[in-house]
């Protein structure tokens, strides 16, 4: 392994806590394909997430085991303290074949182990567990019990230490030189696509101090009408004048994120806009203001919309979600929402994106920063100008 | 919509193809979760592809059904040709809820069409079909038939249009761009993350004639010993000297992708690493002249096998794969590839990324080539001097 980013007892704890849960749910076996929990769990980093692969924790025992493809053992070599009994591989030749299905070598791993008539965890919902994985696993291990353990991981995530704090501050720094030099090279006639191309940069670059790694998703340039379709792709016609461009870009550290929206107008807002842009950028400040140990994620959600009512505005999306180790295609970590009906406590050291995002027909606003749940209050990883861009 | 990448007629024609697959395979409707796929039918293009969200090919309608997020309804309506009937969501608070799964709307559109006892394949092994997204339909649509047909629309896509031919030369066009400035940036004392931010900045700029889109994997920078390790991320550690670099990257161009890999060395290399270079290059060049309309994808395979005879170097992975319309996190089509026992017959305007890629147990070697099956032989789609780039 060369330089992990975390301490083994660190790991050692997150697995201990994974095994906790597991005993709550009467799990003998968990198989983690989330490719953020792989390496929350282990350190496991390599962009082999495409095919399968995964780790198998068992209540028995505190090293995981690491499943994948023999080209992307050695990743697992150089990145994680997995000895040389818990790096398993399947055949390469079963890669994308009808009649194998590398989830063969998973169901094999668990039977040899013991588990074969054991309740074993699968995450369901995960991109990298497919229907065909699961059918494999449970066809082949008749007798065990396959249990939804879909955010069993996510939900150990949610409280930060200490370590994961910095790199979270770190990314946040690298957010902030992206944002930077959006504002810098976006304006009229500049093409989108060479705006997303100095933000990557910057994003890759991150400081002198530390450099960035591949964000989780690429950065969302939100322009004019496409302002109102929240995930659209850049184009290469050049900016034009009149209109916003949100834009949605993140830092990455160690694989830790700290995401950031601002808004930008190129030529003189419409008052409408302007207004828009001053009821999201109070109702936003409200919400944060409510962020505390103890309140509810409903309740945060409340004051955002509280601040909303009477102006004619409303969010039909959540006003956020949690946020850290992440990969692509999702920077979230699909636990707590701040939306109605979520009562998830907050904790010191959660950590969440704060999205402030209207869609509206035509066009859009997006404000947000990536916050920390403090001992008393909040503090926002993310700092930058709280206030719409406006390039005349 | 925008200007779309293809006529009408070429998205008609693309559905029609997987509408005769469906009835050979006995199918009355198709989900489609790949977001290449749904590219691909109907033009659909967004990072959207993180949330529940897919297509539906009817037997007996030409134009699909999209169903996602309400929030990403304004980019179908940006980006495709369907109509206002065809552009379906399901509620917003849906999302990432125990109770509810977005699968659900799926469900309630196929049994309102008609199709509650159909035969209704999905994508099993797609990123974005998960367990839960099929456990749902099977549970809502007790009396449908649930037909695996992951590959279906992938075959579709085998042959390409010249349309889809001259996107790919753009995207080579990018990839080419991409490698140059890689060449020119990774130097001993450069910081990895300040090379990778070059030449991602290169790909997102594209050429003056137009720009890149966001690529379906970032490059692939493999330094030294992570040389052997396939898909290892970049660092911010300074190159060193005396050490090979492989590099993997890509072009893309309205999300066609050209893919371009070659190696360099930072000092002298070892007289042991040149030959690894000379061998692959022969080989590499052996299995580019065995690719012609007619020939199986075993036999390209086996003119390189026997290229390598007798050299003590081998090759466990295929020697390549279909390649075009992607999004993150693969590029790869995932149907023929180059290896044993795969009986695909090359057609013209099939398209390949012919990766010769040799990873042994403490370094690595790649080269490869974008190639197009033509009329008589083989065409490189991506033009780079094929050898080993020493930075003495």
Known sequence: MEGMPFAATEYDQRVARVQARMATEGLDALVVTNPAHMNYLTGYDAWSFYQPQGVIVERTSSMPLWIGRPQDSNSARLTTRLDEEHILTYPEEWIELPAHHPAERFASCLAERGWGRGRIGIEADS?????????????????????????????????????????????ARIAEAAMTVALETIRPG???????????????????????????????????PRSSASHSAWTDAPFGDGQPVALELSGCRRRYTAALCRTMYLGAPTSDYRRLADVVGAAHAAALGAVRPGR??????????????????????????????SYPPNWGERTASFRPGDTTVLEPNMTFHLLGGIWLGSFGYELSETIRVSEDGVESLTGFERRLFVRA
Chains 1, 2 share one sequence.
Do not use: H, N
Request: proline letters at 5%; aromatic letters at 10%; charged letters at 30%.
């Open 127 to 171: 991109y990298f567990t497919s229907p065909r994985f699961f059918l494999e696993l449970r066809r082949r291990l008749p007798e065990a019990e396959l249990a939804d353990a879909d955010r069993l991981v996510a939900w150990v995530r949610a409280v930060k230490s200490a370590a994961e704090i910095q790199y979270m501050r770190a990314a």
């Open 296 to 325: 509810t994620c409903e309740e945060v959600e409340a004051a955002w919309r509280e601040a909303l009512r009477g102006t004619g505005f409303e969010k039909e999306s959540r006003l956020g979600y949690t946020i850290g180790l």
């Open 190 to 224: 500049v093409r989108e696509c060479d705006a997303a191309a100095e933000i990557v940069r910057a994003q890759l670059r991150g400081t002198p101090e530390f450099g960035g790694d591949y964000p989780a998703l690429f950065p969302l340039l939100l322009v004019g």
